[in-house]
């Protein structure tokens, strides 16, 4: 079975640009999470999704970032425009939720450099 | 708000020697688990702790939660070059999705 999908890998861009990440979850999960990793801040949850809808965006560090889940097998994260200081490996994870026994799927992540 | 202190940040040990991180929540948790993510990696599900007072082993690595469900161990016994990595503890909270990671203990083993 294939994990969770994330695209690009490494993405590089300059401040001002518009970054979008895209993620795949595994196929049945009704969860999808969004986190960003970074040295300081440790992992930080930005978003969640139920069944395609936002539940929690309490994460979302600014109006800059906007998260998207058309269909149960597509998301994006979005941040326009980028700032240097929105560099990190940006994480997407799914999950099948069973109320107390849901395991976080991660995918392997974007690294994100704004320069 | 809800947070979950994990300690230490670091710790680096020699090869055969035993390793210990630790989770500690204000609030009591309806459960916890543990990732470990290697380096340059992303984090992977080790373990699912949910009772009271509960102790769960794989291997070497031995995982307890408190009887008061507001702390949780995780020890490594004659650690190897293949533990290498951060472990992440996540607590859960009464809501099912609210769930919040520790900041990690990165692990250095020297051969």
């Known amino acids: 079975d294939a994990g969770v999908i994330q695209s690009p890998r490494h993405e590089v861009t300059e401040m001002g640009q518009e970054v979008t990440l895209r993620c795949k979850p595994i196929?049945?999960?009704?969860?999808l999470f969004w986190y960003r990793q970074t040295m300081m801040r440790g992992l930080e949850l930005l978003i969640y999704?139920?069944?395609?809808?936002?539940?929690?965006d309490s994460g979302m560090p600014e109006d800059r970032f906007s998260a998207k889940m058309p269909n149960a097998s597509f998301s994006t994260l979005k941040i326009q425009p980028s700032e240097p200081r929105d560099s990190a490996v940006y994480f997407c994870?799914?999950?099948f939720g069973r109320g107390l026994t849901d395991t976080q799927y991660f995918g392997p992540g974007t690294r994100l450099t704004v320069l | 708000g809800q947070q979950v202190m994990q300690i230490p940040q670091y710790q680096h040990v020699q090869e055969g020697e035993d390793f210990t991180t630790y989770c500690n929540s204000s609030?009591?948790?309806?459960?916890i688990q543990w990732y470990k993510q290697r380096p340059g990696g992303h984090p992977v599900f080790l373990i699912q702790?949910?009772?009271?007072?509960e102790v769960k082993k794989q291997k070497r690595l031995t995982f307890q939660f408190g009887e008061a469900k507001k702390n949780s161990s995780l020890h490594i016994t004659a650690t190897q070059t293949t533990d290498v990595g951060t472990y992440f503890c996540?607590?859960?909270?009464?809501?099912?999705?609210?769930?919040?990671f520790g900041a990690g203990t990165r692990l250095t083993v020297k051969p």
């Open positions: 994870a799914s999950s």
């Open positions: 196929s049945g999960h009704d969860y």
């Open positions: 999704f139920n069944n395609n809808v936002p539940i929690d």
């Open positions: 609030t009591t948790l309806s459960n």
């Open positions: 702790l949910v009772k009271s007072g």
């Open positions: 996540a607590g859960r909270y009464r809501s099912p999705n609210d769930m919040r």
